[in-house]
T-cell receptor, first 116, second 115 residues
Framework: AQTVTQSQPEMSVQEAETVTLSCTYDTSENNYYLFWYKQPPSRQMILVIRQEAYKQQNATENRFSVNFQKAAKSFSLKISDSQLGDTAMYFC?????????????FGKGTKLTVNP | NAGVTQTPKFRVLKTGQSMTLLCAQDMNHEYMYWYRQDPGMGLRLIHY???????AKGEVPDGYNVSRLKKQNFLLGLESAAPSQTSVYFC??????????????FGQGTRLTVV
């Protein structure tokens, strides 16, 4: 069974600084997607960034980038130039692409606070 | 384009009562999921469906049943509600895995309290 582990329940960062959120996962599969989702106080789940496992290049979306280490099964999220609006829960998620087990599994989340 | 819509948004149940949560998506997605979110536990998968007429158990299926009679709808049922089922429930849907730019789209959540 696939599992996703986020080892940092809470983190804080000063506005304009950089922060990295950690995520590790466990799978025996070779073909999958990884995601970071953001959940602000509004409770809405918002996709931040996506990484396909077959792509070696790390995904980037504006101030958000990932460090994908497939052999180490690590998928960290870096937020550059942190903004107050980045304050939220961040969830790492894994989606298997093998037929018959296409579950989307989440970690327990990291609560990020951006301080002014 | 409504995306993923959950009904109702809030509900209070008495122990032993039953109810059905409705999830509707208008994106022609194959995959649909039901999660519960509890403090410190993240999102835990209850049941999911990989297509019309199919369902499968997730991590925490006990006490819940689901049905996917129509592709656009995924129903979550509680036959006899218990206080342990007090939670925020999220529905999500996604394209068939392997599709380019796949992602899960979420509803706004349903806050359920069982007293």
């Amino acid at each position: 069974a696939q599992t996703v582990t986020q080892s940092q329940p809470e983190m804080s960062v000063q506005e304009a600084e950089t922060v990295t959120l950690s995520c590790t996962y466990d799978t025996s599969e070779n073909n999958y997607y990884l995601f970071w989702y953001k959940q602000p106080p509004s409770r809405q789940m918002i996709l931040v960034i996506r990484q396909e496992a077959y792509k070696q290049q790390n995904a980037t979306e504006n101030r958000f980038s990932v460090n994908f280490q497939k052999a180490a099964k690590s998928f960290s999220l870096k937020i550059s130039d942190s903004q107050l609006g980045d304050t939220a829960m961040y969830f790492c998620a894994f989606m298997n692409l093998q037929g018959g087990s296409e579950k989307l599994v989440f970690g327990k989340g990291t609560k990020l606070t951006v301080n002014p | 384009n409504a995306g993923v819509t959950q009904t109702p948004k809030f509900r209070v149940l008495k122990t032993g009562q039953s109810m059905t949560l409705l999830c509707a998506q208008d994106m022609n997605h194959e995959y649909m999921y039901w999660y519960r979110q509890d403090p410190g536990m993240g999102l835990r998968l209850i049941h999911y469906s990989v297509g019309e007429g199919t369902t499968a158990k997730g991590e925490v299926p006990d006490g819940y049943n689901v049905s996917r009679l129509k592709k656009q709808n995924f129903l979550l049922g509680l036959e006899s509600a218990a206080p342990s089922q007090t939670s925020v429930y999220f529905c999500a849907s996604s394209y068939q895995t392997g599709a380019e730019n796949t992602e899960a789209f979420f509803g706004q959540g349903t806050r359920l309290t069982v007293v």
